[in-house]
C-alpha cells in the first residue's frame, strides 16, 4: 500500500513530510531523498503503533481525494504531494520460491558475501530500498 504524503520545503533547512491519513504522523531530512526515507519509516512506526493500540488502519485514499479535501487546503499550501509505501515488518520471514538469471544470481551473492549478508538478507533490502526510492 502507498499513502499520500505532503512535501513542504522548510525555508532554512531541509523538507518536512506528513500525511493526511495519518494525523501526527510526521518526517524530516535534510535532503528530498532523506526526507522521504524517514517518511517511510515513520509511517511503518505509526502504524505498528496504532495496530498495538488495536487502532483501525485506514485505507489509503486517492490523490483526488486528497487534493479535494477542503479540510487539507491550508496544509496543501506550498506542498507537492507524493506516494510512500507502507512496508511493515512483522517479525517473521517467509520462504518464497523466484527464478533469477544465473549471472544474476552469481553477483547477488557476490556482493551479500562482500557486505556480510546472506541472500535473503541482501534481496530484502535492495527491495526495501527499490521501494522507498
Request: charged fraction near 25%.
Amino acid at each position: 500500500m502507498r499513502y499520500v504524503a505532503m512535501v513542504h520545503k522548510q525555508e532554512d533547512t531541509g523538507y518536512g513530510v506528513s500525511f493526511p491519513d495519518f494525523p501526527g504522523c510526521i518526517a524530516a531530512g535534510g535532503t528530498l531523498g532523506e526526507a522521504l526515507a524517514d517518511a517511510a519509516n515513520a509511517l511503518a512506526f505509526h502504524v505498528e503503533g496504532m495496530r498495538d493500540d488495536k487502532e483501525p488502519i485506514p485505507a489509503p485514499r486517492e490523490l483526488d481525494e486528497i487534493v479535494a479535501d477542503p479540510a487539507l487546503t491550508e496544509d496543501r499550501e506550498g506542498a507537492f504531494l507524493t506516494l510512500v509505501p507502507l512496508i511493515e515488518d512483522r517479525g517473521i520471514s517467509k520462504r518464497v520460491n523466484i527464478s533469477l538469471d544465473p549471472g544474476l544470481l552469481e553477483a547477488i551473492d557476490e556482493a551479500a558475501k562482500e557486505r556480510g549478508m546472506t541472500r535473503s538478507n541482501f534481496l530484502a533490502s535492495a527491495a526495501r530500498q527499490a521501494l522507498t526510492a
